[in-house]
């Protein structure tokens, strides 16, 4: 069974920093793109940032260009954001996602990723 779990959620003040870790399990997930998302009360989800199978092709939203980093560790299945220069329009539930076309490219669509984790609450206070 397929399954990504995020972590490294957690309350910070504005101006502070958070790594989020999105472990999967179940597959290889080296050969698939991966897509972080977020979804803050009361709003639709909304794309944060991208990265294509091999890693060389990242997308991010223009809210957190500059200021959020994603990358992917294949050999320990596992893909991060690093979020920096935190701000209190940043607080959302983040969650990590996963496409199951092999080879895939980066991509801001949800519709195009097929495993999603459960999602890791970052709260940032003003």
């Known amino acids: 069974q397929v399954q990504l779990v995020e972590s490294g959620g957690g309350l910070v003040q504005a101006g502070g920093s958070l790594r989020l870790a999105c472990a999967a399990s179940?597959?290889?997930?080296?050969?698939?793109?991966m897509g972080w998302f977020r979804q803050a009360p009361g709003k639709e989800r909304e794309f944060v940032a991208t990265?294509?199978?091999?890693?060389?092709?990242?997308i991010y939203a223009d809210s957190v260009k500059g200021r959020f980093t994603i990358s992917r560790d294949n050999a320990k299945n596992t893909v991060s954001l690093h979020l920096n220069s935190l701000k209190p329009e940043d607080t959302a539930v983040y969650y990590c996602?996963?496409?199951?076309?092999?080879?895939?490219?980066?991509?801001?669509?949800?519709?195009?990723?097929?495993?999603w984790g459960q999602g890791t609450q970052v709260t940032v206070s003003s």
């Open positions: 179940g597959r290889t997930f080296s050969s698939y793109a």
């Open positions: 990265l294509s199978w091999s890693g060389g092709r990242t």
């Open positions: 996602a996963s496409s199951s076309v092999f080879g895939s490219d980066a991509s801001t669509v949800p519709d195009e990723y097929d495993y």
